[in-house]
């Protein structure tokens, strides 16, 4: 299993990153996948998902702020970071996601607890 982010760093609220995350084939095409992040003393948390149709789900803190996107060829999926703010500082890892259509709507768990994270991307950002 390959799960490699990168793209973190430290920037000034109201910037912008954007974040990739190559992922092994396997886990890539069979699953949603999803970005995390993980703030100092909190519980890593999913913020973002993306079937493997395209369907998407954004968590309120961050919706209208991030898009989540992905390659299927490239089985790479990214994250873009707009107007980021001193709450977004975290590290952030993707990972596959349990998300699901209900009632029309594309929904992504927002707990997850999988043995294996791989390497996550720190991103700090300065008031």
């Known amino acids: 299993v390959q799960l490699q982010a990168s793209g973190g760093g430290l920037v000034q609220a109201g910037g912008s990153l954007r974040l990739s995350c190559a992922a092994s084939?396997?886990?890539?095409?069979?699953?949603?996948m999803g970005w995390y992040r993980q703030a100092p003393g909190k519980q890593r948390e999913l913020i973002a998902g993306?079937?493997?149709?395209?369907?998407?789900y954004l968590t309120d803190s961050v919706k209208g702020r991030f898009t989540i996107s992905r390659d299927n060829a490239k089985t790479i999926v990214y994250l873009q970071m707009n107007s980021l703010q001193p709450g977004d500082t975290a590290v952030y890892y993707c990972n596959a996601a349990p998300c699901a259509w209900y009632s029309g709507n594309y929904y992504c768990r927002r707990y997850v607890d999988y043995d294996y994270w791989g390497q996550g991307t720190q991103v700090t950002v300065s008031s």
């Open positions: 084939g396997s886990t890539f095409s069979m699953n949603a």
């Open positions: 993306i079937g493997t149709g395209g369907s998407t």
